[in-house]
């Protein structure tokens, strides 16, 4: 586990140019896209929606009418919503191949599970490339379902430059979750395949959308395709959505603040793992730079208060570090009632945030929550 787990820092960014309400979506990503995604992994061995529940007691302590809380936790038993992205990108890719396929990626943990998983299940082999710093639990996890494991050095966005190098020298196929200039294909894929979780939350909602949504922004990819599937589906009435990152991983909102994509350098050090990223995907900025309406950068002490909350309650959920991010969030504001009058978050607001992972690593959830 690395980042500082006191830090309640808090800083919010308003979208100057987040689009207006009755604003088309992006062409970014399309209905049939969603589709053909859904279609395709509902069909797999396992497949179930996960849970949106609401946590009891929950919203009346952060004072909202309701928190759903999309729990991604046992998603195909990988614990962690990026099964339905990585594995599908893989058996896009097997589908249309000629010959033997090894497939890679970086990861800072459940991406890569899902890429190998897809890989075992789809009929290609997988090398994955993790960073040093990442823990052994979640190396183990990968290396269990049949991939190679590599460490390297440097942090997440350095890898994934040494991964597209390494690649390209030994024919292998790269499955991204992240795009760049010349590589979109993949992650539109996988984008296309983390729909599924807004087509379940739209399913579960009836027709009467929440007002808010926060979401974790790493690469930006879960968070750009739950926006455009909603905008998508509800059009003018879509909630307000907000983005959430670690205040020393914060790509989305400073790309935000400056209106275009902006780096953020350094070790990108944070509990929240999963979100230790630097650079926007390329395609994600596409859909996300009007329709964020505001992004949210927390300190890691607020998504272990929100794991421990969360494991409180009855029944508990199971969130890891990343996923503890959105209600993290909503806790710092509750201490902040200024700016949470300013997002608009009032007792009659229902929000929604993503459980994206349960315990990825049993360890260090035992170490941070005190019970396993």
């Known amino acids: 586990m690395t980042g500082d787990a006191t830090s309640k820092a808090l800083r919010h960014a308003r979208n100057a140019k987040a689009a ?32 949106l529940v609401q946590p009891p007691g929950l919203a009346e302590e952060l ?15 990988l614990k962690s919503f990026k099964a339905l992205g990585g594995a599908y990108a893989v058996q896009r890719l097997v589908a249309t ?116 949504v926060l979401a974790q922004a790493g690469v930006g990819a879960l968070a750009a395709a739950l926006c455009a599937r909603f905008w998508i589906e509800w059009g003018p009435r879509r909630p307000r959505f907000l983005t959430v990152e670690p205040e020393t991983a914060d790509c989305v909102f400073a790309s935000i603040e400056e209106g275009k994509p902006a780096t953020v350098t350094g070790d990108l050090a944070t509990v929240m793992g999963g979100l230790s990223c630097g650079e926007v995907s390329k395609l994600a900025w ?7 309406d505001d992004a949210l950068a927390i300190g890691d002490s607020w998504a272990i208060d929100a794991m421990r909350m969360l494991a409180r309650a009855t029944p508990p959920v199971i ?15 509750a201490e902040a009632p200024n700016l949470k009058r300013h997002l608009d978050l009032t007792p009659d607001s229902r929000v929604l945030v993503i459980n994206s992972e349960g315990d990825t690593d049993p360890a260090i959830y035992r170490e941070i929550v005190g019970a396993s």
């Open 20 to 51: 207006a309400r009755e604003a088309p979506p992006p062409k970014t990503l399309e209905a049939i896209g969603f589709v053909d995604a859904a279609s395709a992994i509902r069909a797999w061995p396992g497949y179930a929606p996960t849970p």
């Open 63 to 77: 004072r909202l009418e309701a928190l759903y809380v999309k729990d991604e936790g046992q998603r195909l038993g």
């Open 97 to 212: 191949a000629k010959g033997p396929v090894t497939v890679t990626c970086a990861t800072d943990g459940n991406h890569g599970r899902a890429v190998a998983w897809g890989a075992r299940s789809f009929g290609a082999k997988a090398v994955i490339y993790m960073p040093e710093f990442v823990s052994p639990g979640r190396a183990a996890a990968i290396e269990a379902l049949g991939a190679e494991v590599r460490r390297a050095p440097g942090n997440y966005d350095e890898i994934v430059r040494q991964v597209a190098i390494d690649a390209k020298q030994n024919g292998w196929h790269v499955v991204s979750d992240t795009s760049y200039a010349g590589y979109t294909d993949a992650p539109r894929q996988v984008m296309y395949g983390y729909g599924v979780m807004a087509e379940e939350c739209i399913a579960a909602f009836k027709g009467e959308p929440p007002t808010h």
């Open 286 to 292: 596409e859909v996300l730079r009007t329709g964020v």
């Open 319 to 333: 969130a890891g570090e990343t996923g503890g991010a959105g209600l993290g969030a909503l806790i710092a504001l």
